[in-house]
Nanobody
Framework: QVQLVESGGGLVQPGGSLRLSCAAS????????MGWYRQVPGKQRELVAV???????DYADSVKGRFTISRDNAKNTVYLQMNTLKSEDTAVYYC????????????WGQGTQVTVSS
């Protein structure tokens, strides 16, 4: 079985920073794309950032220049460095990984709350 465990969420003031982490454990052959999504009540889950196995990255327009996604393949971990946070970044953040086992399976983390408020 594979588990994704997130950490790093919390309460931060506008303009502040947070770093999210998501580590995968279990029977893993390799991991393709790793990403972060977020969701607020009443809205669809949206893509925040993604990093491919080759290291290419892509970001939602709303976070470009403020957020940085990175990965550590040796630790099966993806990170999201969030700077200059705004109130509209408040959401539950979920990590997502395309994990190769017998086939390709998409796994989700449990979600971590990020609240940006003064």
């Amino acid at each position: 079985q594979v588990q994704l465990v997130e950490s790093g969420g919390g309460l931060v003031q506008p303009g502040g920073s947070l770093r999210l982490s998501c580590a995968a454990s279990g029977s893993i052959f390799s991991i393709n794309d790793m990403g972060w999504y977020r969701q607020v009540p009443g809205k669809q889950r949206e893509l925040v950032a993604v990093v491919t196995s080759s290291g290419s990255t892509d970001y939602a327009d709303s976070v470009k220049g403020r957020f940085t996604i990175s990965r550590d393949n040796a630790k099966n971990t993806v990170y999201l460095q969030m700077n200059t946070l705004k109130s509209e970044d408040t959401a539950v953040y979920y990590c997502n990984m395309q994990i190769v086992r017998r086939g390709l399976v998409v796994y989700w983390g449990q979600g971590t709350q990020v609240t940006v408020s003064s």
